[in-house]
């Protein structure tokens, strides 16, 4: 009898649910980025000969981006002044207004400065409110944007991306984009290329990677975290101490936990 | 009616059995609820539903990932699975889906029992006492809560494994064999985690020491084989018919670029390929993973074929060894794929001797490890990933190696065992028999 009440009390449950989820609204993209929020990003290898031979000279010319003027060994600086979820801006290629998410920021351009002195530019990141508005078969500036609304996944595989992108942000928001050889403007790149850009959790370009054939690093470029230790003790030290600690929560659980 | 009467007796007597089944239940409502409301569009049974679809309306489109969410990865005709579940619509599909997942796990547990009580040593426990205390283990299992929160399919083959494992042991005949290897294959066709399990079919044996001699049961290892590849070769009419198939299958499992994205996999492939990643370290994953899946296939057979495992139980090991190779070799392994191996470490625990070293302080607590403390290690990566940039989750990499390595000592200590083991038994049917004697 209790078993009957039971499968009667679930059937309801199940019932409600139903309906609660009938109506699903589509999803609202936002910035996970704030005002005045400073994100620094180093770049820890860039073959600038190898760039020339895949994009040409002007690879890191003005106007290019994550690429303007970039070197090994170099920092480059974003201030985020604004954001907007939400604005209508005139797009001068559909002669209408749209709606774009929207990032204000002050940039410093790459350089080994230790000291950031003024910013270089006062700059607009754009990105669709609706991804289905990118063309056909688009092709992200640098192959990944700096910065990209929630939830990521979602608002990346609603837009009609270019057939190499691969999205995964199953674990950690993942970009991954491969190029043929002559497959973009100008009969570029000259070779084929691989990018994986990820993401940490607002959205923001954490590590950006360049690779030729079997992943060889043509470029490497991640997110400065605001660190206590040199990079030395950052790529030796610390994943030993990890290592360390890993293996002694392992043995504690192997011989403490589970025995009792 | 006998199933259900043994339960009721056990319920009214097992009080930790109680407990089980109300969390099991627990798990069951809260993920549900869960994935209807705020996990709607972030499960991996939307995936399977929009496969399903993608079957049904248009085939040649199964591998292109812009469907999806995330990657449809399992073989072509596995989609014709889901096809029902499409056709009922998400809210209704999943409900069916998720109930079906749960008289599986009631069935996962009557065919456990049974292939304990067929396999358990003599010098084990002759009440069924503990094996209904492993079993409350496994339904209390957190990877049992993360499976159903994502909708996952795990529990679908763990039965079949179980089923084909009971077939294989139980009965000798020839016609049984094949329908092992029927059901196994039908659970490589709905999802291709116990596919490492093929090779381990074979009835198989190298005694080294004394005859240097290799023995095979052709007919049965055949037999086996063949029901096992049948239902996967369906699929080759697919990629014939639709070539764009077996493009789309070979890119999104072995040499796009999802497979080497950084996530918590704790398979050796994996690690190998984040070290790679951190370190800058050119790589071909596709040469990865040829070298570690063929290195632990090699190893996993020669400790099959070498091991003197008894010949009817040998499957047990076999099918094991096979699902570590898979576990570790490929390059996704996730927590909730341990749901098809913890019940053969249940069964392994119940073959091995009752008071094996090796029992004791491997398989059961590599048990315990994968049921109750791998998850806590899953969100360990995430959180100090976000923070200190150290993708290795190798906890549930270290207790595979480990239970590879306790199968493979125990085989190859087995002789000595024996004697030990044979005399033990003789005390105890001794006993039994001055027992009834009196």
């Not at chain 2, 969410?69 to 809210?91: K, N, T």
């Not at chain 2, 951190?278 to 790589?283: G, K, T």
Request: net charge negative.
């Amino acid at each position: 009898m209790r078993i009957t009440y039971f499968l009667i009390g679930l059937i309801f449950v199940l019932t409600f649910l139903i309906g609660f989820n009938a109506s699903v609204v589509a999803h609202e993209y936002e910035l996970g980025v704030d005002e005045d929020e400073k994100y620094i990003w180093k770049c820890n290898v860039c073959d600038e000969d190898k760039m020339k031979d895949l994009f040409g000279s002007g690879w890191n010319a003005n106007g290019t981006g994550l690429f303007e003027e970039l070197e090994q060994n170099t920092r480059m600086k974003w201030l985020i002044e604004d954001t907007d979820n939400d604005i209508e801006i005139y797009n001068s290629e559909t002669l209408e207004d749209e709606k774009f998410i929207q990032i204000i920021y002050k940039k410093w351009i790459w350089t080994k400065d230790d000291k950031w002195g003024d910013y270089d530019h006062e700059n607009e990141f754009n990105l669709y409110k609706n991804p289905k508005n990118y063309d056909d078969d688009y092709i992200f500036p640098n192959f990944a944007p700096i910065c990209l609304p929630f939830p990521i996944d979602d608002y990346l595989k609603n837009a009609d991306l270019y057939d190499g992108y691969s999205i995964d942000a199953r674990s950690i928001p993942t970009i991954s984009c491969e190029i043929e050889k002559n497959d973009m403007k100008g009969d570029y790149p000259t070779e084929y290329i691989k990018i994986q850009a990820v993401y940490n959790d607002k959205g923001v370009l954490k590590s950006y990677k360049l690779y030729i054939n079997d992943h060889r690093v043509i470029v490497d470029i991640s997110l400065e975290e605001e660190f206590l230790f040199s990079p030395i003790i950052w790529m030796v030290l610390i994943p030993a101490i990890f290592l360390i600690f890993y293996l002694g929560l392992i043995y504690v659980v192997y011989k403490k936990l589970i025995n009792n | 009616m006998r199933i259900k009467d043994r339960f009721l007796e056990i319920w009214a007597e097992n009080k930790l059995f109680r407990y089980a089944v109300i969390i099991h239940l627990g798990y069951f409502v809260v993920s549900l609820i869960c994935v209807l409301t705020i996990l709607r569009d972030q499960n991996d049974f939307i995936i399977y539903f929009n496969a399903g679809g993608i079957f049904y309306n248009d085939i040649n489109n199964l591998y292109d990932q812009k469907q999806y969410l995330w990657d449809y990865r399992y073989l072509p005709l596995s989609a014709m699975f889901f096809v029902p579940f499409y056709l009922l619509g998400f809210e209704l599909g999943f409900i069916i889906f998720h109930i079906l997942n749960l008289i599986i796990n009631i069935l996962i547990c009557v065919y456990l029992y049974k292939v304990c009580v067929l396999v358990r040593g003599v010098d084990h426990e002759q009440n069924d006492k503990r094996i209904i205390l492993y079993i409350c283990f496994y339904l209390m299992s957190v990877a049992q809560m993360f499976n159903y929160l994502l909708g996952q399919i795990n529990q679908i083959i763990t039965l079949s494994i179980l089923i084909a494992l009971y077939m294989f042991i139980k009965y000798n005949t020839l016609k049984r064999q094949f329908l092992g290897g029927l059901i196994l294959g039908i659970s490589i066709l709905i999802k291709p985690t116990a596919i490492s399990m093929i090779p381990f079919l074979l009835i198989i044996n190298l005694d080294f020491k004394r005859r240097k001699k290799l023995m095979i049961d052709f007919s049965i290892s055949i037999l086996r084989f063949l029901g096992a590849i049948l239902p996967l070769s369906l699929n080759l009419i697919l990629f014939f018919i639709y070539p764009k198939l077996w493009e789309g299958f070979v890119e999104t499992n072995f040499t796009g670029s999802n497979p080497v994205t950084l996530n918590f996999s704790f398979s050796i492939t994996k690690i190998i390929l984040n070290f790679c990643y951190v370190y800058n370290i050119p790589f071909n994953q596709l040469y990865v993973l040829i070298a570690v899946l063929s290195t632990l296939t090699v190893i996993g057979f020669i400790i099959f074929i070498m091991g003197k495992f008894d010949k009817q139980h040998s499957i047990i090991y076999g099918l094991t060894i096979g699902m570590i190779v898979l576990l570790l070799g490929y390059y996704d392994s996730w927590n909730h794929h341990l749901l098809s191996l913890t019940p053969l470490l249940i069964i392994i625990i119940f073959n091995m001797p009752r008071h094996s070293k090796i029992s004791d302080k491997i398989i059961q607590k590599s048990f315990f490890f994968f049921s109750f403390f791998d998850l806590a290690f899953m969100w360990f990566w995430f959180l100090q990933y976000m923070y200190f940039n150290f993708p290795y989750n190798f906890a549930s990499t270290i207790f595979l190696v480990l239970i590879l390595y306790g199968i493979s000592k125990q085989s190859f200590s087995h002789e000595q065992d024996d004697k030990k083991y044979h005399s033990k038994i003789k005390t105890i049917r001794e006993g039994d028999i001055k027992e009834q004697n009196i």
